[in-house]
């Protein structure tokens, strides 16, 4: 029998600290939906996704009562459109996007993530023609969320994508006023299986239909902090650890329960503390409990490596299968402590970047001026991919050059994308730089140093 | 099925009645109770058996919630394989 205290901590994790599943995500094959037609590819999209995920949203409702945990968002992610709609005779991939869109509101979830290429080593004729589509999908879509894959450690970079994607930003952003930016990522190394918004995507080597789990808590991981207030560091990862353990646990119940439910085979559960702008479900928190006085101060980074390995350590044991980014997450507009600290001036660009050379992702939901140019944006990107393909991890970019907004002025999102203060960026032209194009070649893996 | 039925707020006479009577309204076996007073707050925990439960279990879940709220109590059902899940290897 489970005690008391044990029962009351869960409902006190459940109603005091933000503890829940972040998302359930079905992954869905679109590759069987090609045709030369541009219409009867558009509804053979819409058919599938709406046919697959059906019922995503009821059971989701219904496993969130059962367990009374909550249950914040139920996705889809479909393979690469870049990919499944490569066989149609067209330049214009904005309607492929509009039957995302479409399918989406439909089955009632949130964001539908696949309007994707993989284009790090370079472009197919879809790829090109989907990367040139991105700002007007993202201006004519609700819902749909955009990724593309620029390098690789395998692979390298390739800069001619990063230098078009800098320039795809830029103009995403004036179609958008900003708010399209924040459903496009651009990565290195993409994971295949990831459940979180924006950068999910159905990969190639997965299954026709998957369920993925992302779990979050960072609230949970903060308060279970405050019992080892000035003790050493390797006993505050010892409690990080334990703590993930059960927050995966949990997320394993659910997504077993989910696959059974739906039929659908359980793929990965993510681990990934995840923040939200609301108070006490932030990562920075987390970090000025282990001593800082604020985030982005010295130490910062060090004390996220020793998050984000003690969360994956707990987390891997306690799931059959662990995948996706598993990690922390460092969304500067979606976290009341980041925001917090930029707004103060403690927290800049460089030292996010630094941070990404640790933590599950790279720089992410960040305000940038409206006058950055798109030659720098492409560099930020650069620098983010080349983290990730020398040091074997995912890395991605979601930046947003506000039109019309300079550093200090405050940006809304809006929701869970939350709001961010414009942050500043080193003035100095790459544009030389960037202009060169090709590749960067693909990395040694030995002689470490 | 068994769940654990959780009931905190503050001590007013009847509580235990109340929800006892809620369970017993629509099928479910009370297994074991667990009950105490911290602060004033009153705490309560029943392991319950949902088999004969004659409605949904979330139909039985908003019941709870709903006279909770009435008489100023979190009253919640969940499975118990969330806690044994979290707390047990």
Known sequence: MITTSEILETIDMISQQHLDIRTITMGISLRDCGHPEVRVCCDRIYDKITGAARDLVRIGEDIEREFGIPIVNKRVSVTPIAIACESCETEDYVPFAEAMDRAAREIGVNFIGGFSALVQKGFTVGDERLLRSIPEALRATERVCSSVNVGSTR???????????????????????????????????????????????????????VINVGVSGPG????????????????????????????????????????????????????????????????????????????????????????????KKGGVMASSNVGGLSGAFIPVSEDAGMIRAAAAGKLTIEKLEAMTCVCSVGLDMIALPGDTSAETVSAIIADEAAIGMINQKTTAVRVIPVPGKTVGDFVDFGGLLGRAPVMAVNPASPAAFIERGGRIPAPLNSLKN | MKAIVTVIGKDTVGIIANVCSILAQNGVNVLDISQTVMREYFTMIMLVDTAGCRVDFAELADILKKDGAEHGLDIRIQREDIFEAMHRI
Do not use: W, Y
């Not at chain 1, 994607?165 to 990565?187: H, N, S």
């Not at chain 1, 019992?227 to 997320?251: Q, S």
């Open chain 1, 155 to 209: 692979a390298g970079i390739n800069m001619d994508a990063v230098a078009l994607m800098g320039k795809i930003v830029k103009r995403t952003a004036d179609l958008t006023g900003g708010q399209g930016c924040a459903k496009l990522v651009i990565f290195c190394n993409a994971v295949e299986d990831n459940p979180f918004m924006a950068g999910a995507f159905h990969g190639v080597g997965e299954p026709e239909c």
């Open chain 1, 220 to 311: 949970v991981v903060h308060n279970a902090l405050k019992r080892c207030a000035g003790r050493p560091l390797n006993e505050a990862a010892e409690i990080i650890k334990k703590t993930a353990f059960r927050v995966t646990r949990m997320g394993e119940l659910v997504a077993q329960e989910a696959s059974a439910r739906l039929g659908v085979p359980f793929g990965i559960v993510d681990l990934s503390l995840a923040p939200t702008p609301a108070v006490g479900d932030s990562v920075a928190d987390i970090l000025e409990e282990l001593g800082l006085e604020s985030v982005g101060a010295p130490g910062t980074t060090a004390a996220l490596a020793l998050l984000n390995d003690a969360v």
